[in-house]
């Protein structure tokens, strides 16, 4: 049964009609043509699809478009703000870290959620907030590097 779901999208006010039960991946490539977020595994464990709803890292593979309904969501499309970059798309760019960029937009929403958690990470705390994210490519020494040098922009210190 298809139903009007509102929601906040990158900053602007949104309403879809959808079936309820229909992927939020799905709903934002195809209907709303935001094509940043990844169909990985469809399963929530590469983390391609990635998305920030209500400032959190959620899985849009296996979330319902229903279950945004209310909130504010983020995509990689939003992140920046006009014209200018957020420092971890910066950081990704400096520190080429992304080959292919397939799982780039996810790496980043994932990394801003952990980075508004824990502003000051060590190298392991990256490590392990990032786990569930997956490189095909084997750029995860440079995607560290990036997310240490953005949490450094982000607090106004100098990069590591």
Partial sequence: MTKTISFTLNGRPVQVQAAADRMLLWVL???LGLTGTKFGCGISQCGACTVLVNGQAVRSCTESVLS???KE????????????L??????????????CGFCTPGMILTAYAFLRRNPSPSHAEVLAGMNHNL????????IVEAILSAAAAMRGASSP
């Fill in 68 to 70: 945004v309904e209310g």
């Fill in 73 to 84: 969501l983020v995509t990689i499309e939003g992140l920046a703000q006009g014209e200018s």
């Fill in 86 to 99: 957020h420092p971890l798309q910066k950081a990704f760019i400096q520190h080429d870290a992304l080959q």
């Fill in 135 to 142: 490189c095909r490519c084997g750029a995860h020494l440079r």
């Fill in 29 to 31: 490539r195809t209907e």
